[in-house]
């Protein structure tokens, strides 16, 4: 199949067909060879990647978590890519065709939340990368007009669509058939302990050796009404043994356990440290990766 305003980048080991258009993860592989805002988390990814493995890619975006798991696991075990946002599943889709990767690599064309349905998927005006379940209140161009200075740039012909919404549970157990699932990736802005309610009555008991990536943004969960820190205490407590928290720490290139008063600490003082020199992430707030694993 042969999208419009796409290019494709050779890894190597795997292909990618990616927008010439996306101002993120697409132009970062362009003009570096790499996702370079997550290097040193991909690092840490692939440690614990292996053969034999099923891995669950929620939030896949254009897919690049999704193509570097399938080149580690190999072609007799399981990828599969949860993504809503039409445009990133035709990459996905275009990419498993590049590749042939139909025997082992499944795209799920929707969200993942703690019930089926369906739901509005708010568009970021400036990368798909940020679009989400929660309306974040994004500021498209005729709003920066305004409030010159606060508004994120860009244009959108829409601002929300409706999407397919699934649990992870649910797919796994009447779509699978099995609920055997190795390694989670989840980056799903702010959307994360809704996710993971959706998973909790069979996948997270099924598999006590589960390892989880995920994105932790504090900013994210209160917008949604959640508190975050009860999240932590919650993924330490989860059905099937709970997680030891870790934080990937980018500044320290250093992946550590972590507390809940300590990780309150941390975004506190991450905090100060941007909101003197970045007004867009003042507004937003501090964001991270969390490696979380079970003995």
């Known amino acids: 199949m042969t999208l419009d305003n796409t290019f494709v980048y050779n890894f190597g080991k795997f292909r990618m067909v990616l927008d010439k258009h996306d101002p993120d993860v697409s132009r970062q592989i362009q003009e570096h060879g790499w996702y370079v805002d997550e290097r040193f988390d991909i690092e840490v990814f692939q440690k614990y990647l292996k053969t034999g493995m099923t891995f669950v890619d929620l939030g896949a975006n254009v897919g690049f978590y999704t193509f570097l798991a399938r080149s580690i696991i190999g072609q007799k075990d399981r990828v599969f ?96 058939g099995d609920t055997r699932v190795d390694v989670i990736k989840m980056d799903i802005e702010g959307s994360e302990y809704r996710a993971f309610k959706g998973m909790s009555s069979k996948v997270l008991r099924d598999n006590d050796r589960m390892i989880l990536m995920l994105e932790f943004w504090p900013n994210g969960f209160r917008k949604d009404n959640h508190d975050p820190y009860e999240f932590l205490e919650t993924l330490a407590k989860s059905p099937g043994g709970g997680f030891d928290i870790q934080l990937i720490d980018k500044i320290k290139q250093e992946v550590y356990g972590v507390g809940v008063e300590e990780m309150k600490r941390i975004e506190k003082s991450r905090m100060e440290d941007i909101s003197t020199q970045n007004e867009f992430m003042k507004i937003w707030g501090w964001y991270t990766n969390l490696l979380c694993t079970r003995d």
């Open 81 to 176: 890519a949860f993504e809503p946002y039409p445009r990133n599943a035709e990459l996905i889709r275009a990419s498993i065709g590049e590749n042939s990767f139909h025997n082992n690599v499944t795209l799920v064309e929707a969200a993942v939340s703690d019930e089926n349905g369906k739901a509005s998927l708010y568009l970021s005006p400036d990368a798909s990368s940020e679009n989400s379940l929660l309306d974040l209140e994004f500021r498209y161009d005729d709003d920066a007009k305004k409030e010159e200075g606060l508004g994120r740039k860009g244009q959108q012909e829409k601002r929300a669509i409706t999407v397919d919404v699934v649990t992870v549970d649910d797919y796994f157990e009447k779509k699978v």
